[in-house]
């Protein structure tokens, strides 16, 4: 089944999470075809828990946890407290987060054990900034980074983790659309050494791709192949938007030998 998601960032009141949740239930059937989530911001989660009925079928996520259990970390959540709030995915290593809060590799490693040992699923973002990119480097740079980001789980429960190929130039406002030949050796790289059907018997449980995707390119991008699914910013915040890239995404699995898995 095709992964869509999006993240809110640092967006939404609890009045406009609530909102999107009913305009998503409004349109529960297209929920279906894909596996579909939703990262809200730490205050909305448990709303949007809370507001979703229980046979709808979407994924709700965090945006970091601390891996911690517990203790002296003010404005820092753990692993634990995001599930309690009805979080069963976090994001990890996103590139805002490596940029503008000091996350490393190490500590993105650290995230991603806390995380399998709390249960959830960790949705590990990687990607290459846009000088590796221009010097042709992208590829090592982003199996070193998922390398690392798997470093602290055993083999086998690396099909708890999914990971997000998110190239940094593509990323936001300020980003370029990523074209599908641009992101197919790197979807190729990761799908092959990490992905579910790759070479190594541990795979993760998918491969996705993310930066400047929308309605209009969504479909192209899913053609690449090792590609199983979409991390989704601005384009889905919007809830109409959201459920029509959900519609692209099942189409997309419907047609694809993915489906098959
Ligand atoms: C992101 O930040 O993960 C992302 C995919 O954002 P956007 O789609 O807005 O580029």
Known sequence: ??????SWKMNKTLAEARAFV???????????GVRAFVIPPHTAIAAVRERLPSDVPLLIGAQNAHWAPAGAYTGEVSMGMIADAGATLVEIGHSERRECFGETDDTVALKVEAAVAAGLTPLLCVGEPAGVRAAGEEIDWVAGQVSRG???????????????????WAIGDLGREALPHEIAPVMAML??????DGEAPFGVAAVLYGGSVNRLNAAALLGV????????GR???????FVELVRIGARAGAAGPRDAR
């Open 1 to 6: 089944m095709t992964w869509i998601g999006t």
């Open 150 to 168: 798997l470093s602290r789980i055993a083999a086998h429960d690396r099909h708890r983790v999914v990971v997000a190929y998110e190239p940094v």
């Open 235 to 241: 384009a889905a915040w919007d809830v109409a938007e």
């Open 225 to 232: 192949p090792g590609t199983d699914g979409l991390f989704v």
């Open 191 to 196: 799908s092959a050494r990490f992905g579910p």
């Open 22 to 32: 009913d305009g998503l239930v409004a349109a529960r059937s297209a929920l279906d």
